[in-house]
């Protein structure tokens, strides 16, 4: 009789590893799509104005350089907070499963 439990309770497991093995492939799916299309030069170039296109291209390769650098510097403040919150979120992610 154990035997029949232990199997059954095997199959069960492998059934719950393999749906939460779909969600994820779904998850990371739906992901890349979504980054694809917002990585998409129609919808980078959906974010600037006209002003400030002209303005760059008529700057020097010295400006268009700097320019480019101060994206690049705006970028990291973002990124690492939101790593960070992510860290902590990942670091905490057993606290509020153990009271249930």
Do not use: H, W
Request: glycine residues 4%; contains cysteine; positive net charge.
């Amino acid at each position: 009789m154990k035997d029949a439990k232990a199997v059954l309770s095997t199959e069960r497991v492998e059934k719950i590893m393999c749906l939460r093995a779909k969600n994820v492939r779904d998850f990371l799916r739906r992901g890349l799509v979504i980054a694809a299309f917002l990585a998409s030069p129609a919808v980078l170039y959906a974010q600037s104005c006209a002003m400030c296109y002209q303005s760059a291209a008529a700057s020097g390769s010295r400006s268009i350089q700097a320019l480019k650098s101060g994206i690049l510097i705006l970028m990291f403040p973002p990124v690492l907070i939101t790593l960070g919150i992510v860290y902590l979120a990942y670091r905490k992610r057993e606290t509020y499963n153990e009271n249930f």
